[in-house]
T-cell receptor, first 112, second 114 residues
Framework: SQQGEEDPQALSIQEGENATMNCSYKTSINNLQWYRQNSGRGLVHLILIRSNEREKHSGRLRVTLDTSKKSSSLLITASRAADTASYFCATDGMEYGNKLVFGAGTILRVKS | DSGVTQTPKHLITATGQRVTLRCSPRSGDLSVYWYQQSLDQGLQFLIQYYNGEERAKGNILERFSAQQFPDLHSELNLSSLELGDSALYFC?????????????FGEGSRLTVL
């Protein structure tokens, strides 16, 4: 089962541009996390935002959370070719028990 | 390097066979999670162990089983393999019993069933 759905499925931008990815989920959550996966590699944690937080920053990353709309967005500013990867949101909440449920991901390609 | 070690990295086997995937968590982490990643199903949570005990169960088939040993390493056993079991199998670890924190993922074991 997948709780989160990322949008768009794929995104292609030029180096230096900003990339925005969105995640929508279905049930109430405790936390939402974003992970990055380089092709065929393991996932790497980027950022965690709690349900009572609205915005969080980490370096070039900015995450927002709107629990009323059940959605989150990940903004990567001044993108680099090395940001090319798949990005997944993952949520945990009562509905899914003690499980971290991942969305289908957004494939980001940054062209140099 | 996440500190999570998975072996083997690649495995090719035939339908009907049985394989064992191994995971060593980060030093000190008590929780181990197993995920399956395939093109059609995405990342699916299979099972979690915390300090040797099963903590949460996901979409794990009856043909699959797992355990966590006293030294905290974990093994995922896949039996009566079918073509559809071909996937990347990830192990992740964390220091928490719950999922309210960061998971550290290994590089995965790529299973190909022919």
């Amino acid at each position: 089962s997948q709780q989160g759905e990322e949008d768009p499925q794929a995104l292609s931008i030029q180096e230096g541009e900003n990339a925005t990815m969105n995640c929508s989920y279905k049930t109430s959550i405790n936390n939402l996390q974003w992970y990055r996966q380089n092709s065929g590699r393991g996932l790497v944690h980027l950022i965690l935002i709690r349900s009572n937080e609205r915005e969080k920053h980490s370096g070039r990353l900015r995450v927002t959370l709107d629990t009323s709309k059940k959605s989150s967005s990940l903004l990567i500013t001044a993108s680099r070719a090395a940001d090319t990867a798949s990005y997944f949101c993952a949520t945990d909440g009562m509905e899914y028990g003690n499980k971290l449920v991942f969305g289908a991901g957004t494939i980001l390609r940054v062209k140099s | 390097d996440s500190g999570v070690t998975q072996t083997p990295k690649h495995l090719i086997t035939a339908t009907g066979q049985r394989v064992t995937l191994r995971c060593s968590p980060r030093s000190g982490d008590l929780s181990v999670y197993w995920y399956q990643q395939s093109l059609d199903q995405g990342l699916q949570f299979l099972i979690q162990y915390y300090n040797g005990e099963e903590r949460a169960k996901g979409n794990i088939l009856e043909r699959f089983s797992a355990q966590q040993f006293p030294d905290l390493h974990s093994e995922l056993n896949l039996s009566s393999l079918e073509l559809g079991d071909s996937a990347l199998y990830f192990c992740a670890s964390s220091g928490l019993a719950g999922v309210a924190g960061e998971l550290f993922f290994g590089e995965g074991s790529r299973l190909t069933v022919l």
